[in-house]
C-alpha cells in the first residue's frame, strides 16, 4: 500500500468517529453518534465521551423528576434495577449515579497549545466556507481550503512563524506525510481520530460538505485531507500534541463490573414505562379493529408527514368532519431537486439516506400571472437589497439613519410590541403579492435536452412507480373525490434554525414543493390507467391536489388553483373544517407553551412573527414513539403529539414489501431524528447549539456560541427546554411499534443485518402488535428473539415464547 493511500484510508476510517453536520440553511437532524452505531449503546457512549467529552445519559436530576412526576413506573424501575445486580431502592440508586458524576466532573480552566491551533484554525474555516455573508470574501478560494491557506495564512500575525507556512508541500498529502514522519503508520488512523474529533462541528460540516455536490463545493473545494494538512501544520507551529494522550478514561456513570451502567438501567426503565402505556392501547384499538366495519365513505383523504407534529392536526381535523388522515414520509417518495422559480440555488428535497434522482423546476403557467408575480417581487427584492446597501456602506449608513430612522424605529417597535398585529400586516400583504404555487406548476415531465447533473422530470414509468408506491405502502384501497398531499413548513423571524422546523424528510426544506410534483403525477391521465392496469383503481371524479401545513401557526394552505368547478364545495368546505381543525390544534400546543389555550390561534402568530421569540414552536421535541399501522390503529387515541405515524397495511403487503420499506426507510430516517434530540438534550454543550441568546451565526452555514471556536452541532436550548433545569423533551430513545405479523417482521431483519443492529446494539426498541396471533404484543429481544408483552389470549394457545426466526 503506498503512503498516500495509507493517509487516505486511514482518513476515511477516522472520519466515521464524528457525525455529518448539515448547513443551517438545510438543517437535518442526525445521530451525532451515527459513527458508533456499530457497537452496543452504553459502549458507544462511553467512546463517545472518550473522544467528544460529551455526557451520553440523562444526570441523576432529570431521572429523579422524571421520576417524581410519574413518567417512570416504579415497578417496572426496581425491576429492572434488580435484574442487573443493582439495589432496587430507586433513591439509593439515585445517590449512586450522583456520587458517580460528582467524582467524574473536573474543570479545566487553562489554555493549551491546542486551543490557539482551533483558535486560529476556525478563522481560517469560519472566512473560507461563508456562504455570501461576509462583504470581503477570502481570496483564493477556488484553489481550495488547502491551497487558499498556503498562500495567505502567511500574512496571519497569529501563527508562529507564519512564513514558513508558505514553503509547505503543494500537496496537502505531502504535508501530512512530514508531520506523520516519527509516528508508525498504525498509529496514523488515532491521530487523525483525534486531530478530527477536535473541532466536531466543523468536522462534521466538512463531511457533509465534501460529499455534497452543492456550488458551493464545486466552487471552493475543501476535504478532510486538506482540513487535516492545515490542523496538522498549525500543530508543528505552535508546538501543539499530534497523538491523543493515553489513558484517558471516562466515567463509568455507576457502572457494574459485568452489567449496563446504572443510568441506562434508568433510561430503559423509562423507555419501558412510555412504551408500555402505547402498546397496550395499541393491542386494544387492534382487537377493536378486527371487529370494526366501516362502509362510510370520506369527504376527503388528506396524506400528511409522518412528522410528530401531524398527529394533533390530523386528530383535530377527523374530528372537525367525515375526513380520512394518512401518514407517508414528507418527501412524498421522490427524490428530487426543486428550484423554485426566479432563484439561482436548487435545494435537495428528499432524506439524506437519499440521493436526488430528478431535477424539478417552477416554471410560469401564465404571462399575465408570471408579469404580476416578476412585478411584485422585483419591488420587493430591490427594496430589500436597497436598504442593505444603505446599512452596510459606511458611507450611507448615517444619511440612512437620518431619513428613515423615525419610519425604521417605528417598524422595530411594532415588531417587538406587537408582532401579532405585524403579522396580520404580512398576511394582508401577501395576500396582495402572488405565490408561486398562484403563477408556477412544477415541470415534471422527462427533458432529454436538459443540461443538468441530474436528469430533468421524469418519466411515465417513474411516475406510475412512484405513485403506486405511496398507495401500496399505506394500504389503500379506496379513493375519494379529494385526496390533498400535504406537506408542511414552518414561520419564524430572526431564527437562525428556522430550517430545523422544516421538513426533515425533504432535508430541512419546505415539504410543499414534493407535495405538489406527486399530485401532479397522480392527475396525469397516463398515470391513472397504468395505475388501474396496477390493480389500484382511481375513480375518475378524484382529483388530486396538493397543501402545507404550517406548523408554527397550523394554517393549511390548499393548492387549489388547478381544481376542477365540479369540486369547488368540496374544498370550501375542506377549507371551513381545516380552520376549525387549525384553532383546536394551536389551542393545545399554546397549552404546551404556556400559554392560554383560547388565544391559540392569536399566540400562534405572535410566535411567528415576533423576533425576539427564542421558541416559535416545540417542533419535535417529545418524539418518542413511531406506530406503523392502520390510521385506525390510532384514530381514536390522543398521542399528544409524540408519536411519528406511518400509515401502513398488513392484509394488503402479502409480500412484505411495503413493511420493508418503511422499516428500513422511514424507521431508520426517525431514529436519526430521534437521536438528534436525544442527544441534544443530554448534553447541549456538546451535542446542541447551546442558547439561542448568546449564538452568533457564522457564514449561514452554522452558529458559535460567542465569538469563535467550534461549530455547535444541534438544537438549541429553546427548542428542548422549557427551562435552563428543566426539559420539556423527555431524553428517550425510539419506541417503534408495529401492527404485523411478527413472522413478517423478523424475515426483513434477517434480510437487512444493518437495520437488525441498530435494533440489537440498543439505539431503538421495537415491539409488534400481531393481529394473526390474537392482537398480542411482541417485544424484540435481539438476535431476531420476541418475549411476549401481554396475556396469551384463550383462543390461541399454540403461540410460544420466545418466538425466533426459525418459528
Request: proline share 6%; hydrophobic share 35%; aromatic share 8%.
Amino acid at each position: 500500500m503506498s503512503t498516500e493511500h495509507a493517509i487516505e484510508s486511514s482518513i476515511d476510517e477516522a472520519a466515521d468517529a464524528v457525525g455529518s453536520v448539515w448547513p443551517l440553511h438545510s438543517f437535518v437532524t442526525a445521530n451525532p453518534l451515527a459513527g458508533f452505531e456499530d457497537r452496543p449503546f452504553h459502549e458507544a457512549v462511553a467512546d463517545a465521551e472518550r473522544l467528544l467529552g460529551g455526557e451520553g445519559y440523562p444526570s441523576p436530576e432529570v431521572f429523579r423528576r422524571a421520576f417524581e412526576s410519574g413518567q417512570i413506573d416504579p415497578e417496572i424501575l426496581r425491576s429492572e434495577l434488580s435484574e442487573h445486580g443493582y439495589d432496587s431502592d430507586p433513591e439509593a440508586a439515585l445517590e449512586k449515579m450522583a456520587d458517580a458524576q460528582r467524582e467524574s466532573d473536573t474543570v479545566e480552566s487553562s489554555t493549551t497549545a491546542t486551543d490557539h491551533v482551533d483558535a486560529v484554525l476556525t478563522k481560517w474555516l469560519a472566512a473560507f466556507l461563508d456562504q455570501g455573508t461576509a462583504e470581503w470574501s477570502m481570496p483564493n478560494r477556488e484553489q481550495g481550503f488547502y491551497g487558499a491557506f498556503t498562500t495567505v495564512a502567511p500574512h496571519d500575525g497569529d501563527i508562529p512563524d507564519a512564513e514558513a507556512i508558505a514553503d509547505l508541500p503543494e500537496d496537502p498529502v505531502g504535508a501530512i506525510r512530514e508531520r506523520l514522519a516519527e509516528y508508525p503508520v498504525g498509529q496514523w488512523r488515532d491521530i487523525f481520530e483525534f486531530q478530527l474529533a477536535a473541532l466536531p462541528g466543523w468536522t462534521g460540516y466538512l463531511k457533509q460538505r465534501a460529499a455534497d455536490e452543492s456550488d458551493w463545493q464545486s466552487n471552493y473545494p475543501i476535504t478532510l485531507t486538506g482540513y487535516l494538512a492545515v490542523r496538522l501544520s498549525l500543530a508543528d507551529a505552535f508546538d501543539a500534541p499530534l497523538a491523543p494522550p493515553e489513558d484517558d478514561d471516562a466515567s463509568d456513570h455507576g457502572t457494574n463490573d459485568e452489567d449496563l451502567p446504572l443510568a441506562e438501567v434508568w433510561l430503559t426503565a423509562w423507555e419501558q414505562s412510555y412504551c408500555t402505556e402505547l402498546v397496550d392501547s395499541l393491542t386494544d384499538a387492534s382487537e377493536s379493529l378486527a371487529d370494526a366495519e366501516d362502509d362510510q365513505h370520506p369527504d376527503a383523504q388528506l396524506v400528511f408527514c409522518i412528522d410528530t407534529r401531524s398527529e394533533i392536526i390530523r386528530r383535530h381535523l377527523e374530528a372537525a368532519g367525515n375526513y380520512e388522515t394518512h401518514g407517508y414520509a414528507g418527501f412524498f417518495g421522490i427524490p428530487m431537486r426543486h428550484e423554485g422559480h426566479d432563484t439561482d440555488v436548487s435545494v435537495d428535497a428528499c432524506p439524506p439516506i437519499l440521493d436526488a434522482q430528478h431535477r424539478i423546476s417552477d416554471h410560469p403557467t401564465n404571462e399575465d400571472a408570471k408579469a404580476d408575480y416578476d412585478r411584485w417581487h422585483g419591488a420587493l427584492d430591490a427594496t430589500k437589497s436597497a436598504v442593505k446597501r444603505l446599512k452596510a456602506n459606511g458611507a450611507t449608513a448615517f444619511s440612512f439613519v437620518e431619513s428613515a430612522g423615525a419610519g425604521y424605529g417605528a417598524a422595530l417597535t411594532a415588531r417587538t410590541l406587537v408582532p401579532d398585529r405585524v403579522h396580520d400586516v404580512f398576511d394582508a400583504t401577501d395576500e396582495r403579492v402572488p405565490d408561486d404555487q398562484e403563477v408556477c406548476q412544477p415541470r415534471i415531465d422527462y427533458n432529454p435536452d436538459a443540461v443538468h447533473d441530474l436528469r430533468a422530470g421524469l418519466t411515465l414509468d417513474e411516475k406510475v412507480e412512484y405513485a403506486a408506491t405511496a398507495f401500496e405502502l399505506m394500504g389503500w384501497e379506496e379513493f375519494a373525490r379529494l385526496v390533498v398531499f400535504t406537506g408542511h413548513a414552518s414561520e419564524t423571524t430572526n431564527n437562525p434554525f428556522d430550517s430545523s422546523l422544516d421538513c426533515g424528510a425533504c432535508a430541512g426544506n419546505p415539504g410543499g414543493p414534493n407535495a405538489r410534483v406527486l399530485a401532479a403525477i397522480c392527475n396525469d391521465d397516463a398515470v391513472k390507467r397504468e395505475l388501474r392496469e396496477r390493480g389500484i383503481d382511481v375513480p375518475e371524479d378524484t382529483v388530486f391536489l396538493a397543501a402545507e401545513h404550517n406548523t408554527t401557526t397550523d394554517e393549511v394552505d390548499l393548492y387549489d388553483s388547478d381544481v376542477p368547478e365540479s369540486h369547488d364545495a368540496d374544498v370550501e368546505q375542506l377549507r371551513a373544517d381545516l380552520e376549525v381543525a387549525r384553532a383546536g390544534a394551536a389551542a393545545e400546543r399554546a397549552d404546551d407553551m404556556d400559554a392560554e389555550a383560547d388565544s391559540g390561534v392569536r399566540e400562534t402568530h405572535r410566535r411567528a412573527a415576533d423576533w425576539a421569540e427564542t421558541r416559535p414552536e416545540w417542533g419535535l421535541a417529545g418524539n418518542a414513539g413511531f406506530v406503523i399501522g392502520p390510521r385506525e390503529l390510532t384514530g381514536g387515541l390522543d398521542l399528544d403529539g409524540r408519536s411519528f405515524l406511518h400509515s401502513y397495511d398488513w392484509s394488503t403487503d402479502s409480500d412484505g414489501e411495503a413493511l420493508e420499506a418503511i422499516i428500513t426507510g422511514p424507521m431508520v430516517v426517525t431514529q436519526w431524528i430521534n437521536s438528534q434530540y436525544y442527544f441534544a438534550t443530554v448534553d447541549n454543550a456538546v451535542f446542541g447549539s447551546g442558547s439561542k441568546v448568546t449564538q452568533n451565526p457564522v457564514g449561514n452555514v452554522g452558529v458559535y456560541q460567542g465569538n469563535g471556536g467550534d461549530l455547535m452541532t444541534g438544537l438549541p436550548l429553546q427548542s428542548l427546554m422549557s427551562a435552563d433545569d428543566e426539559p420539556y423533551h423527555q431524553p428517550l430513545r425510539l419506541s417503534t411499534v408495529i401492527h404485523a405479523p411478527v413472522e413478517r417482521v423478523t424475515e426483513i431483519l434477517a434480510d437487512h443485518e444493518e437495520v437488525a443492529s441498530l435494533l440489537d446494539n440498543g439505539w431503538l426498541a421495537l415491539t409488534v402488535v400481531d393481529p394473526q396471533k390474537g392482537h398480542r404484543a411482541f417485544h424484540y429481544e435481539g438476535q431476531r428473539e420476541w418475549t411476549p408483552v401481554s396475556e396469551e389470549p384463550k383462543a390461541s394457545p399454540e403461540v410460544a415464547a420466545p418466538t425466533t426466526a426459525d418459528d
